[in-house]
């Protein structure tokens, strides 16, 4: 069965960091485009980055570039969020993706002082 399990979300100051981890399993990981997505109370669900099958492409929304960093390692089926100089409207749980159709439950991050 497919599982993706996020884990690294809670509660950090402003300015501060966080580095999500999504453990996948039940599938073949290294054929598969990897994404995290977020929502917030009252927002609309935003995709915050992508990385491709190989690692080498990635793709991220406007108000997160230069702040975020999507990777994988294919050796551990993992695929990481590294979320430097957190700001308040960062707060949502952010969900890992895989082939667009597989989805974790999510890992809340909140920011806030």
């Known amino acids: 069965q497919v599982q993706l399990v996020e884990s690294g979300g809670g509660l950090v100051q402003p300015g501060g960091s966080l580095r999500l981890s999504c453990a996948a399993s039940?599938?073949?990981?290294?054929?598969?485009?990897m994404s995290w997505y977020r929502q917030a109370p009252g927002k609309e669900r935003e995709l915050v980055a992508r990385?491709?099958?190989?690692?080498?492409?990635?793709n991220y929304a406007d108000s997160v570039k230069g702040r975020f960093a999507i990777s994988r390692d294919n050796a551990k089926n993992t695929v990481y969020l590294q979320m430097n100089s957190l700001k308040p409207d960062d707060t949502a749980v952010y969900y890992c993706?895989?082939?667009?159709?597989?989805w974790g439950q999510g890992t809340q991050v909140t920011v806030s002082s």
């Open positions: 993706t895989a082939r667009g159709t597989f």
């Open positions: 039940g599938f073949t990981f290294s054929t598969s485009a």
């Open positions: 990385i491709g099958l190989l690692g080498s492409s990635t």
